[in-house]
């Protein structure tokens, strides 16, 4: 059974950091595309970050430069780096498995980055 | 980036009617086009993939069609389970992979 498991998000103050993990289990995150989907309090969804199986990581233009995706497959999590965190950066994060044909299956429950002072 | 607009923003229905999404995309997205459906304080859930293609699972119900710029998300007759948020995602060529502003379907 596919499962992923988000951890790492919290209260964090402006300019912080913070990384997020996704665990995944029932398949190989090496092997897929993942990525992460955020959704600010009230708000839709807002698209962040992917990784391709071949390593290659593109980003929203909101977090480039900010934020890091990347994986480490001997844990074979997914990971999210947030450098210079900011007020608009408060919301739910969710990882998401890609399917073949780019549909996002499988998702984690989520969790909250709330970045205040 | 690939802007995606949903309409409407909301909408009010009965169970039983037939209800009727739309999403354009600002370029030709061929049919890279992703429809989802949200409840409050879940994981979104998808519904169909690559425009038309009913992910597993799903009712049949639910049916999208469309290609290039214009992409329908129908649902034939309205249930108790399916009141909720639907969003749209185009996945074509190089991300950003951006989401349609979502509709919101509520009980009239």
């Known amino acids: 059974e596919v499962q992923l498991v988000e951890s790492g998000g919290g209260l964090v103050q402006p300019g912080g950091s913070l990384r997020l993990s996704c665990a995944a289990s029932?398949?190989?995150?090496?092997?897929?595309?993942m990525s992460w989907v955020r959704q600010a309090p009230g708000k839709g969804l807002d698209w962040v970050s992917v990784?391709?199986?071949?390593?290659?990581?593109y980003y929203a233009d909101s977090v480039k430069g900010r934020f890091t995706i990347s994986r480490d497959n001997s844990k074979n999590t997914l990971f999210l780096q947030m450098n210079s965190l900011r007020a608009e950066d408060t919301a739910v994060y969710y990882c998401a498995r890609v399917g073949n044909s780019y549909g996002y299956g499988y998702w984690g429950q989520g969790t909250l980055v709330t970045v205040s002072s | 980036d690939i802007q995606m607009t949903q309409s409407p923003s909301s909408l009010s229905a009965s169970v039983g009617d037939r209800v009727t999404i739309t999403c354009r995309a600002s370029?030709?997205?061929?049919?890279?086009l992703n429809w989802y459906q949200q409840k409050p304080g879940k994981a979104p859930k998808l519904l169909i993939y690559a425009a038309s293609s009913l992910q597993s699972g799903v009712p049949s119900r639910f049916r999208g069609g469309g290609s290039g710029t214009d992409f329908t998300l129908t649902i034939s007759s309205l249930q108790p389970e399916d009141f909720a948020t639907y969003y749209c995602q185009q996945t074509y060529s190089t991300p950003p992979w951006t989401f349609g502003q979502g509709t919101k379907v509520e009980i009239k």
């Open positions: 370029q030709s997205i061929s049919s890279f």
């Open positions: 029932g398949f190989t995150v090496s092997s897929n595309y």
């Open positions: 990784i391709y199986s071949d390593g290659s990581t």
